[in-house]
């Protein structure tokens, strides 16, 4: 990190410490600690529901303090898995120092740190879902050479008491500015918020869903991030929710990021972008285009995408979503810019200093040529997504596509370049494999696939049968034609998973 990329950091760790998060030690927690007058600290994990648990500590001497942060707390594993027996439950949690920040909510000055878990003999617990992530991640920098750096794009909407002032406009949300964005302060607050909190913001705005019922406004909003390596984009969208939730319930209005919000409008998605790097450099094009390990990356992710929507969609109303015609995917296809297929190519800025130019005439500076920003974005994931899991599971995906000796043939055959939901491409859509419709069914496809996920050990086989245990366990197979035209009952649904992982 540069000196200037420091000066406009907003994490107070960074800005006092003066370097970057991912090399704070032990001895620069505590120095900030005390010279901050930081009084309590909270201890932060996510467990097998996918919230964030918290474990709060009073440091009464300087003694106690480093042992806190040397040799974490013992928590009792039972309740937190269930794949953790009572008899022997004990784990560590142990905190990961980069990812320190100042709670921005709490009188008394907090220190908030996330942890990982560690099992009796001081090992990684194998099952616990950050450590899945690393070991996948690992593996896959070691086997490939390549860095793989992706975001989340975080939609959730805000429900409020109707306002009759500027009423929202139905399903025509998009960039809305306030009035007619009612909440866009508390968007602009979870922002600045989420970028203290060490999250790197790429934008903020008002989404398409906008729409007033049974006297209240439903208004959807989105922050995306900038692309980092897996753990922290998983930490930049757990980080994110929290604030969110407790900025709601501090504006006295409800945040919910679940797939379903109401019946008949449209729902809230969590698109994961990605794009691979090599010595430093971005590597999705070549020759201006589409390079062929960007299209062997995507062939790995649709060979297991149906796998892939047990960990991204996981209630019953995520499949409720998915469905023709509400810009989520039901196709297993990709294509450029196309909205409906399940990895959308999006613009790149190729070109971009063109533009640049064009726009600013009277600017004679010496633009230099910007790199490629090209990603590719899968679009199933949703709000109940169990986001450690998931990111290994793309991982693993990808990593299988590079490997894949057909992957380009795949790319090839799974192409699109035209809106999948047309009446024109009825007959091409009939050729193409469906993603799951119900939990049940990401279940099972997730049990076709398991090898791929428990190879080397990555998730170990308990937590796939866990997995596909809970899933099948909501016992919604053909859910969505047994409540075609029953809105009592699919409302009735939607408000019991309003507020997912």
Same mark, same amino acid.
């Given at each position: 990190?540069?000196?200037?990329?420091?000066?406009?950091?907003?994490?107070?760790?960074?800005?006092?410490?003066?370097?970057?998060?991912?090399?704070?030690?032990?001895?620069?927690?505590?120095?900030?600690?005390?010279?901050?007058?930081?009084?309590?600290?909270?201890?932060?994990?996510?467990?097998?529901?996918?919230?964030?648990?918290?474990?709060?500590?009073?440091?009464?001497?300087?003694?106690?303090?480093?042992?806190?942060?040397?040799?974490?707390?013992?928590?009792?594993?039972?309740?937190?898995?269930?794949?953790?027996?009572?008899?022997?439950?004990?784990?560590?949690?142990?905190?990961?120092?980069?990812?320190?920040?100042?709670?921005?909510?709490?009188?008394?000055?907090?220190?908030?740190?996330?942890?990982?878990?560690?099992?009796?003999?001081?090992?990684?617990?194998?099952?616990?879902?950050?450590?899945?992530?690393?070991?996948?991640?690992?593996?896959?920098?070691?086997?490939?050479?390549?860095?793989?750096?992706?975001?989340?794009?975080?939609?959730?909407?805000?429900?409020?008491?109707?306002?009759?002032?500027?009423?929202?406009?139905?399903?025509?949300?998009?960039?809305?500015?306030?009035?007619?964005?009612?909440?866009?302060?508390?968007? %602009?607050?979870?922002?600045?918020?989420?970028?203290?909190?060490?999250?790197? %913001?790429?934008?903020?705005?008002?989404?398409?869903?906008?729409?007033?019922?049974?006297?209240?406004?439903?208004?959807?909003?989105?922050?995306?991030?900038?692309?980092?390596?897996?753990?922290?984009?998983?930490?930049?969208?757990?980080?994110?929710?929290?604030?969110?939730?407790?900025?709601?319930?501090?504006?006295?209005?409800?945040?919910?990021?679940?797939?379903?919000?109401?019946?008949?409008?449209?729902?809230?998605?969590?698109?994961?972008?990605?794009?691979?790097?090599?010595?430093?450099?971005? %590597?999705?094009?070549?020759?201006?285009?589409?390079?062929?390990?960007?299209?062997?990356?995507?062939?790995?992710?649709?060979?297991?995408?149906?796998?892939? $929507?047990?960990?991204?969609?996981?209630?019953?109303?995520?499949?409720?979503?998915?469905?023709?015609?509400?810009?989520?995917?039901?196709?297993?296809?990709?294509?450029?810019?196309?909205?409906?297929?399940?990895?959308?190519?999006?613009?790149?800025?190729?070109?971009?200093?063109?533009?640049?130019?064009?726009?600013?005439?009277?600017?004679?500076?010496?633009?230099?040529?910007?790199?490629?920003?090209?990603?590719?974005?899968?679009?199933?994931?949703?709000?109940?997504?169990?986001?450690?899991?998931?990111?290994?599971?793309?991982?693993?995906?990808?990593?299988?596509?590079?490997?894949?000796?057909?992957?380009?043939?795949?790319?090839?055959?799974?192409?699109?370049?035209?809106?999948?939901?047309? $009446?024109?491409?009825?007959?091409?859509?009939?050729?193409?494999?469906?993603?799951?419709?119900?939990?049940?069914?990401?279940?099972?496809?997730?049990?076709?696939?398991?090898?791929?996920?428990?190879?080397?050990?990555?998730?170990?086989?308990?937590?796939?049968?866990?997995?596909?245990?809970?899933?099948?366990?909501?016992?919604?197979?053909?859910?969505?034609?047994?409540?075609?035209?029953?809105?009592?009952?699919?409302?009735?649904?939607?408000?019991?998973?309003?507020?997912?992982?």
């Amino acid at each position: 990190m540069r000196n200037n990329d420091i000066l406009m950091n907003p994490n107070e760790l960074v800005q006092f410490l003066q370097k970057p998060s991912q090399d704070f030690t032990r001895d620069d927690i505590i120095k900030f600690i005390e010279a901050r007058g930081i009084s309590m600290i909270n201890f932060r994990y996510v467990a097998e529901d996918g919230k964030l648990k918290s474990l709060n500590f009073v440091p009464y001497s300087r003694e106690h303090l480093v042992s806190i942060l040397t040799a974490g707390e013992r928590v009792d594993g039972s309740s937190l898995f269930s794949f953790v027996g009572s008899g022997s439950s004990d784990l560590y949690v142990i905190p990961r120092y980069r990812t320190a920040f100042v709670n921005p909510f709490t009188n008394t000055p907090t220190l908030e740190i996330l942890c990982s878990f560690y099992n009796n003999d001081g090992n990684p617990l194998e099952s616990a879902p950050e450590y899945i992530l690393r070991k996948a991640y690992t593996r896959f920098t070691k086997k490939t050479g390549f860095k793989l750096r992706t975001f989340g794009e975080l939609e959730y909407y805000i429900k409020s008491l109707h306002d009759k002032l500027y009423p929202l406009a139905d399903q025509k949300g998009y960039h809305q500015s306030k009035p007619f964005a009612k909440f866009e302060d508390l968007r %602009i607050e979870a922002l600045e918020l989420c970028a203290r909190a060490g999250c790197r %913001i790429k934008y903020g705005h008002s989404e398409v869903g906008s729409f007033t019922k049974d006297d209240y406004d439903y208004e959807q909003h989105e922050i995306e991030f900038l692309p980092v390596e897996p753990d922290e984009a998983v930490d930049q969208l757990l980080i994110s929710k929290w604030i969110l939730r407790i900025l709601g319930y501090r504006y006295g209005v409800e945040v919910s990021f679940a797939p379903k919000i109401t019946v008949g409008n449209a729902g809230s998605g969590m698109h994961i972008h990605m794009m691979l790097e090599k010595d430093g450099k971005n %590597i999705m094009i070549e020759e201006s285009k589409l390079s062929q390990t960007a299209r062997k990356m995507m062939a790995g992710i649709l060979d297991l995408s149906k796998a892939l $929507t047990a960990f991204g969609n996981t209630i019953p109303t995520s499949y409720l979503r998915l469905v023709p015609h509400q810009e989520a995917p039901t196709s297993i296809c990709w294509g450029d810019r196309n909205r409906s297929v399940l990895i959308r190519v999006p613009l790149g800025w190729n070109g971009a200093m063109n533009m640049i130019k064009d726009a600013n005439l009277a600017d004679t500076s010496d633009f230099q040529d910007m790199p490629t920003k090209q990603t590719v974005e899968l679009r199933s994931p949703d709000g109940s997504a169990d986001i450690y899991k998931l990111f290994a599971a793309l991982v693993v995906a990808i990593e299988h596509g590079l490997e894949m000796t057909d992957a380009l043939k795949k790319a090839e055959d799974l192409y699109v370049d035209y809106n999948i939901f047309s $009446t024109e491409s009825k007959t091409r859509r009939k050729k193409l494999e469906s993603l799951p419709a119900s939990c049940w069914e990401s279940a099972e496809a997730l049990l076709f696939k398991r090898e791929f996920f428990e190879k080397d050990g990555i998730f170990p086989a308990g937590v796939i049968d866990n997995v596909a245990a809970r899933l099948k366990a909501f016992d919604d197979k053909n859910l969505s034609e047994k409540l075609y035209n029953k809105n009592e009952e699919i409302s009735n649904l939607v408000r019991q998973f309003l507020h997912c992982s």
